[in-house]
């Protein structure tokens, strides 16, 4: 659960959360329109620090390029807003949401009136309890959109509803959550985070093309090469999960979980494997600002 801070950005003013309302009847309720990126910001040695705001502003730019919505701000704009709401916010560590919306109430699938409202907001995390490894589930059934009826590179609203019935169902059959396959049946992604195998020592990951780019597995994939690791971005058949000596997660509130459990049965010995907790280190060692190499990727607030 994230608790969202009481001051948000709003079209370049700082707003109290209360003013900050969308029409009930306007297009991103209506039709699912409103493109988003979640960021993250840290505690780490040398104060409190974004992580990769850039790239999560590109991605939201993107994003809405892909959707028809315009930005009527630039990159810097949108970083140095995420830096004020965090600053503002007081807190240590936590997300950063940046919204894109159609601003009028019209709800016709192609509104006339295309102004945009763009909202940067600072959530906190509720303090989790230690992460046990993931128990996931796969069904055959329960697939991306291709690309040819969503680019998996658009992060919008409308994008979610077929991953969250699969997280449903997941969940009724007792998992955590949903490994979604592509049309062509291979592994694809969770519905908020991208997945990674291990096997025989090799990490692989789906390529591009099915997934969403995710800034956390490009990050993992750039620390596991720089660890000497084989790291791949291939087509992946489902059973390359199910076969795995160990898997695991990645996205921005996460940032690595390991997998334990595949359709109720256990990964190795259920707990986090070795080269999944090597590159979880690592993770929270840049993370924390402990990796000189990667200051670059650390923003100050
Ligand atoms: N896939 C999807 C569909 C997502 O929504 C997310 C979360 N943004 C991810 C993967 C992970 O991406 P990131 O590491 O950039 O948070």
Not at 25 to 46: E, K, M, N
Not at 69 to 80: H, I, K, S, T
Not at 223 to 228: F, K, N, Q, T
Request: glycine content about 8%; hydrophobic content about 45%.
């Amino acid at each position: 659960m994230a608790i969202t801070a009481p001051l948000l950005w709003l079209d370049g003013e700082l707003v109290d959360v209360s003013a900050a309302t969308t029409p009930l009847l306007g297009h991103a309720a209506q039709r699912g329109s409103l493109v988003f990126d979640v960021g993250s910001f840290h505690r780490t040695r040398h104060g409190v620090a974004l992580f990769r705001p850039r790239e999560h502003v590109e991605r939201l730019v993107q994003s809405a390029r892909i959707v028809g919505l315009g930005v009527g701000f630039d990159v810097p704009a949108l970083v140095d807003a995420a830096a004020l709401v965090v600053a503002r916010c007081g807190g240590e560590a936590g997300l950063v949401r940046w919204s894109v919306l159609y601003a009028s109430g019209e709800s016709d699938l192609l509104p006339r009136d295309a102004r945009t409202r763009v909202v940067v907001a600072a959530q906190l995390l509720e303090d989790t309890a230690p992460a046990r490894p993931l128990r996931v589930a796969m069904f055959d059934d329960a697939r991306k959109a291709s690309a040819d009826v969503l680019p998996p590179e658009a992060k919008v609203a409308a994008a979610y509803l077929g991953p969250m019935l699969a997280r449903r169902r997941a969940q009724a059959a007792g998992a955590d959550d949903v490994v979604l396959l592509d049309r062509d049946g291979n592994l694809a992604e969770a519905p908020v985070a991208n997945v990674f195998v291990v096997k025989d020592g090799v990490i692989r990951t789906p390529a591009l093309g099915s997934v969403l780019p995710g800034i956390t597995r490009a990050t993992v994939l750039e620390l596991a090469r720089e660890e000497g690791l084989r790291a791949e971005e291939v087509s992946l058949p489902a059973r390359a999960l199910t076969e795995a000596d160990e898997a695991f997660f990645t996205g921005t509130p996460l940032p690595l979980r390991a997998v334990g459990e595949v359709d109720g049965r256990s990964l190795g010995d259920g707990r986090e494997g070795p080269l999944t907790r090597r590159l979880s280190d690592r993770l929270r060692r840049v993370l924390a600002g402990e990796d000189p190499a990667h200051a670059a990727w650390l923003h100050p607030v």
